[in-house]
């Protein structure tokens, strides 16, 4: 299957400082890449639709100003947590989608970030 | 609005006997797909399976069957001959045709027992 890499793996940063976390897709062009962010033993909760070349999508209750995303090519998408407080720790896990008209959807591997 | 429901936060299951995780589902969308994805104490999440709603045939990968019920909006996973490592997080989502994403439900912690 296809593969999606993240950078960091894990980050541990003080509260206040802002983190930015990469999503790549490494074998295949994505124009949609996806963010989740997961709580221990919860599940996935969508946080926003990064399309490339074009604003992000958020969900509802997901702050823009704090988690900004830029996906600046068909092969990238950053997620920059700002001013980053402990209740921002949380497991990131980005996924992207194959062209349309394929219907699986890989993830990457996910970035745990703990905030002191 | 699109929900995705599974009802069993732990299951247990004997090595090598088959157990089934239950998933059901709510949307207005005529088009959809339901994924099943494995997720191991690693937090990398795992595809097993797709189902189109479309789809006339039960999907079926390896040791893994989707029981697709449309009528009920279930779609449940059916794990045969379970393996130790079958042990982790599953989570059925769903796609509809609100862009693409996919919408997780709570997810199931299966444990397979020795």
């Known amino acids: 299957g296809a593969v999606v890499s993240q950078h960091p793996s894990w980050v541990i940063c003080k509260s206040g400082t802002s983190v930015k976390i990469e999503c790549r897709s490494l074998?295949?062009?994505?124009?949609?890449m996806f963010w989740y962010r997961q709580f221990p033993k919860q599940s996935l909760m969508l946080m926003a639709t990064?399309?490339?070349?074009?604003?992000?999508?958020?969900e509802q209750g997901v702050e823009k100003d704090k988690f900004l995303i830029n996906h600046a090519s068909l092969t990238l998408s950053t997620l920059t947590v700002t001013s980053a407080h402990p209740e921002d720790s949380s497991f990131y896990i980005c996924?992207?989608?194959?062209?349309?008209?394929?219907?699986?959807?890989?993830f990457g591997p996910g970035t745990r970030l703990t905030v002191l | 609005a699109q929900k995705i429901t599974q009802t069993q936060p732990g299951m247990f299951v004997q090595e090598k006997e088959a157990v089934t995780l239950d998933c059901t589902y709510d949307?207005?969308?005529?088009?959809?797909?339901l994924f099943w994805y494995k997720q191991p104490s690693s937090g990398e999440m795992i595809f097993l399976i797709y189902?189109?709603?479309?789809?006339?045939q039960n999907a079926t990968e390896g040791r893994y069957s989707l029981n697709f019920q449309k009528a009920r909006k279930s779609a449940n996973l059916v794990i045969s001959a379970s393996q130790l490592g079958d042990s982790a997080m599953y989570f059925c989502?769903?796609?509809?045709?609100?862009?693409?994403?996919?919408?997780f439900g709570q997810g199931t912690e299966l444990s397979v027992k020795p």
């Open positions: 074998d295949f062009q994505a124009t949609t």
């Open positions: 949307t207005s969308d005529p088009s959809y797909g």
């Open positions: 996924s992207a989608r194959l062209s349309s008209g394929r219907n699986e959807q890989f």
């Open positions: 189902q189109g709603s479309y789809d006339q």
């Open positions: 990064s399309n490339e070349g074009s604003k992000a999508t958020y």
């Open positions: 989502a769903m796609r509809g045709n609100q862009g693409g994403k996919l919408i």
